[in-house]
């Protein structure tokens, strides 16, 4: 095969420096070798330069010198599309000869042709083109920003919700009342008459070496309490002594109840990464940002969710006076808790027009079940389908056989169960009956939300213990939220949950009044001996009682039950768990719950739901590897009846205990009354993993202030949601007084399947959303390749004119070295949008005056690195846009 020749002309940079290529011959076996050695000098070249403008622009040079590098860059850029073209162009001559005659006769080049070179498209078989078209796109600010708005725009697309403005006033106005009812319910009144509670400490509560956070200074060690003479007084009074990483500091205990919270993060881990710094606060000021932004980003979400839910509408449950007969049948006479939970549901399922989303908080035996059966009654009268959902099949089993009895004196009403207990041919049944709508009410576990049970018309969804549900389930349940009634049962309900309630933005009825006839549930805390279970179950058994034994895992339950056999000979016992046949694991609950069974070794599986009346003591080992909520809810599984009950939590040894596990068990033991499910989650919120609340990607940003303050801004952020308000306009309106002449090279444009259809649809998904918009340039690369550097600019011009009308701002231009744009936005909305801007250059350049946002550039820029300048500006900015309320 010939050699192929390419040739180069010698060049020289304006700072003296020269490099120059000869004419090369080379062998034609190596030409991705010198395309190599090429590509290394352009890069050595553009590295050399790049650092010269960096040096420029941070020494303050006359602007001359400057100018010369800005040419010089220009040079080397042609130089480098000269370079590629001449690259292409070999790539593309080196197939076509390696090839034989068949091959180019088969793909219609019966001799050697001459190669087009198109910018833009890889070269076949060049995996060093892929490979530096992949870089190029990875440091391409396009390619950037369509990954930050695909990572924003992942998890809100589902409820993103259009509205007028008239519209969105009148929501955000109901948002903001139910919500303020939230954090009145949570904080309580000035005097303390209402029960709350505030996040910032009472510095007589620390102790030595614990850490503290100060709002304006940071991280720090407490130290102690002492009393000091002030400056300019003879009077000592106390200060609060504080120490950080490079000195100590005093505070007066009075300005100490204003400013001071515990550090506690959201693992066991309470130690921080490191002390802040007096005499450097701009670190702790950075990373109080950094949380103030995250805060104002789960605000946000939490908005469209609720406008989202407001905004879905059915029409109302019609009054029936079937309901009066069947709420008369229930035997006992309901608390004053219970009798307003049951006007509260009635009202969300007859007045309103919304779906009901309502939590019904409740202590174990106080009346939970109840509720949720009048309003299955309720929703079953008028024609429409019921779920009740339960984790377990135990839970799912006790739900099935409570409503069949109550549901009994209605043989229309027909109940069906859906479980692992039945067989294949039954399943199908079952499923087949759901969609044909024979069944009114289906209760079962999270088989009942797989893909393959379709319902007729399902009007209610009750969920019993939310929090035991894995991540796809818990995603399945809020799907539909949005189109029927939801009712969710809990004891002790996840964080989220109760947050949610407690700010506002979901219903809630709270029973916390025991019926009269129960006994509270005396608690032994204390470490594991033998001689301390076996009087436990002796006790028990010599009242004519059953024991519940619960260990953490399936693992050691055999030993346990060796142990047990050999000191209670004769006594009837049995092991259940998740991992057991059905049959079996039926056939063990069955008898456990007919009396048969004394004693049942078993794991968590039995902590929901499960109502044994003559079950009357409990034995949790391991105490330390549950969860709060767990304990509180395996505790629950005793004292259904008058008699007093015991619950025994058994722990190795304290020295083996985190912090957390301590504190857990601590706050367990002071909740002994009845009723105090409600307040221990609140307990809970601050001892449990935070990511359990509002999901991981916030851990981190709790780690920097730790959780009391974060939750403190939060509630701020909450009480002030309109605050932050930003109003998009029209793309139409958006006036870009840049003037870029973009031609495509006629090459680019033989390319294009269709180029003017193809212009007009980039024009139309940048009018639409930058969401469109980034998905045509994303097609656009996927199928044409990356483009050339006119239709680039082209593209900035509509990214530009799409965050422009994102952002609120209506005009673009500049004078001189000044770029202006017009904004209707408050200056509390502009602070926040400059707070979320992670380049230092951009944030320090940008002011705000009126109803303008202004940048001071070092000199005049030629149109195209303007709009480059104004692009990657409005990309900092549009960044801000998941902490702004978008209506």
Request: proline share 4%.
């Amino acid at each position: 095969m010939a050699a192929i020749g390419v040739s180069l002309s010698s060049f020289s940079l304006s700072e003296g420096e020269s490099f120059s290529l000869s004419k090369l011959k080379y062998p034609s076996s190596s030409p991705c070798k010198w395309i190599l050695e090429r590509e290394t000098d352009f890069g050595r070249l553009k590295k050399r330069n790049s650092a010269t403008m960096k040096a420029l622009y941070t020494e303050g040079v006359l602007v001359h010198k400057l100018s010369q590098s800005i040419i010089a860059s220009k040079w080397i850029l042609e130089r480098k599309t000269s370079f590629q073209r001449t690259k292409k162009c070999i790539l593309c001559k080196w197939n076509l000869v390696r090839e034989n005659p068949l091959q180019r006769a088969k793909k219609g080049h019966p001799e050697p042709v001459k190669a087009v070179y198109t910018e833009g498209v890889s070269a076949p078989g060049s995996s060093m083109a892929v490979q530096r078209e992949k870089q190029d796109s990875e440091s391409d600010p396009i390619s950037i920003l369509n990954e930050r708005i695909q990572r924003e725009n992942s998890n809100r697309a589902n409820f993103r919700t259009a509205m007028d403005s008239e519209e969105a006033e009148k929501y955000i106005q109901m948002v903001k009342q139910q919500q303020q009812r939230g954090l009145q319910k949570l904080k309580g009144d000035r005097e303390g008459k209402l029960e709350g509670f505030s996040y910032k400490v009472d510095p007589y509560t620390l102790k030595n070496g614990d850490y503290i956070v100060h709002k304006k200074v940071g991280i720090g060690r407490f130290a102690g309490i002492k009393y000091d003479v002030p400056k300019g007084s003879t009077q000592p009074i106390e200060y609060v002594f504080i120490e950080y990483a490079d000195g100590m500091a005093k505070l007066p205990v009075k300005q100490a109840y204003r400013l001071l919270y515990r550090y506690n993060l959201p693992n066991e881990t309470r130690k921080p990464r490191t002390l802040s710094k007096l005499n450097d606060t701009s670190t702790w000021e950075k990373r109080r940002i950094k949380g103030k932004i995250a805060v104002q980003k789960m605000v946000v979400d939490l908005m469209e969710l609720y406008l989202h839910r407001l905004k879905q509408k059915r029409s109302p449950y019609p009054k029936n006076p079937a309901v009066s007969e069947f709420t008369s049948q229930f035997p006992y006479k309901p608390t004053p808790d219970q009798e307003q939970a049951f006007i509260d549901v009635e009202k969300d399922l007859t007045e309103r027009e919304t779906p009901m989303d309502r939590l019904i908080c409740g202590d174990v035996g106080f009346g939970k079940t109840e509720v949720a059966l009048r309003a299955i009654f309720c929703v079953v009268l008028a024609g429409k389908q019921s779920m009740v959902l339960a984790p377990t099949i135990v839970l799912a089993k006790q739900h099935f056989n409570v409503i069949s009895e109550r549901f009994s004196r209605y043989p229309e009403i027909k109940v069906g169960l859906l479980s692992r207990f039945q067989t294949k041919t039954e399943k199908e049944e079952y499923i087949a009956m759901i969609k044909q709508g024979l069944l009114d009410i289906i209760v079962g576990t999270h088989a009942l939300l797989g893909n393959r049970v379709v319902y007729n018309n399902l009007g209610l969804l009750v969920v019993d213990e939310e929090q035991r549900f894995g991540v796809k389930q818990k995603e399945k349940i809020a799907s539909f939220k949005t189109s029927v009634d939801v009712l969710t049962l809990s004891a002790t309900p996840i964080p989220r949950t109760l947050y949610l309630a407690l700010t506002g933005f979901r219903d809630a009825s709270l029973i916390s009044t025991p019926p009269p006839e129960r006994v509270p549930i005396k608690t032994h805390l204390s470490s594991y001996s033998e001689e301390k279970v076996i009087s436990a179950i002796e006790f028990e058994l010599a009242r004519g009682g059953q024991v519940f034994y619960v260990l953490p895992r399936i693992k050691g339950l055999e030993e346990v039950m060796e142990f047990l056999e050999q000191s209670f000979a004769g006594v009837s016992m049995a092991i259940a768990h998740g991992k057991q046949y059905s049959k079996q694991l039926e056939d063990t609950m069955e008898k456990f719950a007919q009396g048969e069974i004394k004693i049942l070794l078993c794991t968590n599986i039995v902590e929901s739901g499960l109502d044994i009346q003559n079950a009357n003591t409990i034995i949790v080992q391991d105490v330390h590897q549950f969860g709060l909520a767990q304990l509180y809810q395996l505790r629950g599984r005793v004292g259904r009846a008058d008699k007093e009950a015991h619950a025994h939590l058994f722990y190795p040894d304290k020295t083996v205990l985190s912090d957390d596990a301590l504190e857990r068990l601590a706050a367990l033991e002071e909740c002994r009354d009845l009723g105090q499910g409600f307040q221990l989650a609140e307990r809970d919120m601050g001892i449990r993993g935070f990511g359990n609340i509002f999901g991981e990607q916030q851990t981190g940003d709790v780690g920097n202030v730790g959780i009391d303050l974060f939750f403190e801004m939060l509630f701020e952020s909450l009480s002030k949601v309109e605050e932050h308000r930003l109003v998009s306009i029209p793309y139409r309106t958006v006036q870009l007084d840049i003037e870029i002449r973009t031609h495509l090279s006629s090459e680019y444009i033989h390319h294009l399947d269709n180029p003017i259809k193809l212009i007009d649809g980039a024009e139309k998904a940048a009018e639409k959303d930058i969401w469109s918009l980034m998905q045509f340039t994303e097609q656009l690369r996927h199928q044409y390749g990356k483009e050339p550097h006119p239709m680039e600019m082209l593209l900035k011009k509509l990214y530009v004119k799409r965050m422009a009308a994102d952002l609120g701002i209506s005009r673009i231009y500049t004078m001189g070295k000044i770029v202006v744009m017009t904004a209707n936005i408050r200056k509390k909305v502009f602070r926040l949008m400059v707070e979320s801007m992670t380049s230092d250059t951009f944030r320090n350049s940008l002011v705000f005056d009126g109803n303008q946002i202004k940048a001071e550039l070092l000199l005049e820029l030629p149109s195209e690195q303007l709009l480059n300048w104004v692009f990657q500006c409005l990309a900092e900015l549009h960044a801000s846009l998941p902490a702004l309320v978008k209506y």
